[in-house]
């Protein structure tokens, strides 16, 4: 996956050179920074009809950053004298399913290699390998990512997994393209590369395949069934792939040989990835068995490209190189097949020149965390970077009780997720938040896991609960003393596994709360978990369509009865809300309550802003404006939008709802979670209008940690 030069190659270059490339031409800027409060939040009584239409959806706040070199001299792992791999590329991860993240690079080199690119150095030492695999169990990315063991062949050196015949015009190499797990074998889907073309960005396949491994990638077998032969005009859609699992399905993305065609879709039961026939390909509207009939995703040019669904986002995501542009960009979609946004630039050729590949890191994807990690190459120095972005949005969670003290004022917590796994709080008083360093736990939610919070037991102080999510799927509860969290207890050892996306609540009125899961996508199921004080309940099925795939899941008791609704924001062409009512062991036939508010890109909450015990809706637009907005309850639906504040949470901050001064009206708050890690509050006057904007705390919730 190489460019490579418009020159002829001297005959007196050995065949591991054939694999040279050539410079890549980046182009574009950096972005300005995020943002932040020039002015205190204050509030304003103009008023508008509905929330703002033309927001952007949630994607890239500013341009990635490089966090550590992950191969060759100066690498985090040292891999040059660990395995003796001294100049790689690529980098494409996947979740072996066993704890671990693994890792596939194209063409490596030993210690002969001098550079710059790819195969340069003494031919005696240069020791090329077409291929190689890697393994990590490293779960904090701030500081890079650690290669913990590679497959080898004897001590201290990386072996090639995958054979290639390195005959020019005849199968010059073999480079990896995706990988994926189902079970306990591993997959990766390869491409046969024939030659490379003289136009750089350009090259020639004979086939893409499939291999597997059922020793955590030590070994590997070339299926000789699960292949795509390219034609004779090179133009089949899948020769380069990513390879994304989704319920019960693996989806295949693909893209003829080079970069700059189309991406195209095709799907598979998990059980069937080595059976060709039986894949699916995406036509517009429907699965067809001709894959010459698949339809663009994502139209050229398209490089080599990853795929993976971000909690933080709510949405999957797309990364690849946009090789005219010099740039690697992403785009989003609510579904696997789309429709896709438009491209965002995440890293541009004039910061990181040369750059190629862009391969996203699982576990940063299915995180609470709004940094998203990849690995990306540069051609110089022919090495791998773990890079990261922070992205815009906020979570898939519109926040839940926070009064831990039970003094009637919501408190703040802040989640490390992190090796540490803390959990810090500063309780209200009133006019500020107390306390900087006042640690309530030492090991709850560590990273991977969805904390919320809620009164569990019934002692009118809110606890603390984490999903883990997985297969396990387990839920715990540390319950609050007044001064600190208690050792966290299971509750539960089956709810909101995966990717579903649970909240609190009290669904029987009984006055603990309990929890619920929105397991989305098609099914778009609801099941709730009563909590008896000491554990939760059975999980029960409450509701079996609401909130399908990328629509926004929300609690609150919205006719004021003393039960908590549930409530649906589409954020998609129509930007709908909708209302499905408690009646008491099941929730009812959702209707519309709102035909206009929070579209993509904006964060919407729930909670009672008038004192009226009928729960509202509100929503932070972010952008340059900034904006909050209100719809009222009438007890069925909501009245007109809004405006209540013009300039509160700008885009990357993350804002929430509470009684932040125990006079019955929910306020506002945002953390902004940058270098500051200030938090604004502005209280309720309960009419028309968030006021009194000021800091109300100048040091907590910092960028990567769950806030609420």
Not at 62 to 74: D, M, Q
Not at 119 to 146: E, F, I, K, P
Not at 208 to 234: C, H, L, M, P, T
Not at 490 to 500: M, S, Y
Request: aromatic share 12%; net charge negative; glycine share 12%.
């Amino acid at each position: 996956m190489k460019r490579r030069p418009g020159r002829l190659l001297p005959a007196a270059l050995s065949l591991a050179s054939l694999v040279i490339g050539s410079l890549f031409a980046g182009a574009g800027t950096a972005s300005a920074s995020p943002p932040g409060h020039d002015k205190a939040p204050g509030a304003t009584t103009t008023t508008r009809s509905v929330a703002t239409a033309d927001a952007e959806a949630a994607g890239v706040l500013s341009r990635a950053e490089r966090v550590a070199k992950l191969t060759g001299p100066g690498s985090t792992s040292a891999t040059d004298v660990r395995w003796q791999v001294k100049a790689t590329d690529l980098g494409v991860m996947w979740d072996n399913g066993k704890g671990e993240i693994l890792t596939a690079f194209g063409d490596s080199y030993g210690n002969g290699w001098t550079g710059p690119g790819a195969a340069v150095g003494d031919q005696a030492t240069l020791d090329w390998r077409c291929n190689l695999v890697a393994r990590s169990a490293d779960h904090n990315l701030a500081d890079g990512m650690n290669i913990d063991s590679m497959a080898t062949d004897r001590p201290g050196h990386a072996k090639q997994v995958l054979p290639c015949k390195r005959v020019d015009n005849d199968e010059l190499t073999t480079i990896p393209t995706a990988g994926i797990s189902v079970g306990d074998r591993q997959y990766m889907h390869y491409m046969s590369v024939r030659r490379w073309s003289s136009k750089g960005g350009e090259w020639f396949t004979n086939y893409s395949g499939i291999a597997y491994s059922d020793d955590n990638g030590e070994n590997w077998v070339k299926d000789a069934d699960a292949r795509w032969q390219n034609d004779a005009s090179f133009g089949n859609k899948f020769q380069m792939a990513a390879m994304l699992k989704q319920g019960g399905y693996v989806y295949l993305y693909g893209t003829r040989n080079g970069r700059f065609g189309d991406a195209f879709l095709s799907r598979v039961p998990e059980g069937q990835l080595l059976e060709p026939g039986a894949y699916r390909y995406w036509t517009g509207g429907d699965w067809v068995t001709d894959s010459y009939a698949a339809t663009p995703i994502a139209g050229a040019p398209v490089g080599e490209l990853s795929v993976q669904y971000s909690r933080y986002l709510g949405r999957f995501v797309m990364m690849y190189l946009d090789d005219p542009g010099g740039a690697i960009v992403m785009r989003t979609s609510a579904t696997p097949w789309g429709p896709w946004s438009g491209k965002q630039v995440v890293a541009s050729g004039a910061d990181y020149p040369q750059l190629y590949g862009s391969f996203i890191h699982p576990w940063s994807a299915d995180s609470n965390s709004p940094y998203l990690y990849f690995a990306m190459s540069q051609w110089q120095p022919y090495n791998v970077f773990l890079m990261r972005v922070r992205l815009t949005g906020g979570g898939m969670t519109s926040g839940s009780p926070a009064d831990f003290d039970g003094d009637l004022k919501d408190d703040i917590v802040t989640f490390t997720q992190d090796d540490r796994a803390d959990a810090y709080v500063a309780r209200s008083t009133g006019s500020g938040f107390d306390g900087r360093e006042v640690r309530w736990n030492d090991h709850f939610a560590p990273g991977g896991e969805t904390p919320l919070t809620g009164d569990f037991n019934g002692d009118d102080k809110d606890d603390a609960v984490t999903f883990t999510h997985g297969t396990n799927a387990d839920v715990y509860v540390a319950a609050s003393t007044g001064t600190s969290f208690e050792t966290g207890r299971k509750w539960h050892d089956h709810f909101a596994p995966g990717r579903e996306v649970p909240a609190v609540g009290d669904f029987d009125g009984d006055g603990l709360d309990d929890i619920i899961t929105f397991t989305r996508e098609d099914t778009a199921d609801v099941y709730v978990a009563l909590s008896d004080g000491g554990t939760f309940g059975a999980g029960l099925k409450w509701h079996d369509d609401f909130a399908p795939w990328a629509q926004f899941p929300a609690v609150g008791d919205v006719d004021g009865d003393g039960l908590d609704d549930i409530i649906a924001f589409t954020q998609d062409d129509n930007n709908e809300v909708w209302v499905a009512l408690n009646e008491g062991g099941e929730f009812g036939a959702p209707y519309k309550a709102h035909d206009h508010f929070a579209p993509e890109g904006e964060r919407p909450r729930v909670g009672d802003v008038d004192g009226d015990g009928k729960d509202d809706i509100v929503t932070f637009t972010g952008g340059e404006a900034s904006d909050v907005h209100v719809a009222l309850s009438d007890g069925a639906v909501f009245g007109a939008g809004l405006k209540w504040a013009d300039y509160f949470a700008p885009d990357g901050e993350f804002p929430y709802l509470g009684d932040y001064d125990g006079d019955g009206l929910d306020d506002i708050v945002t953390f902004t979670h940058n270098d500051l890690a200030d938090v604004y509050v502005n209280l309720s006057n309960g009419t028309d209008g968030f006021v009194d904007g000021s800091k109300w705390h100048d040091f907590f919730g910092l960028a990567g940690e769950t806030s609420l």
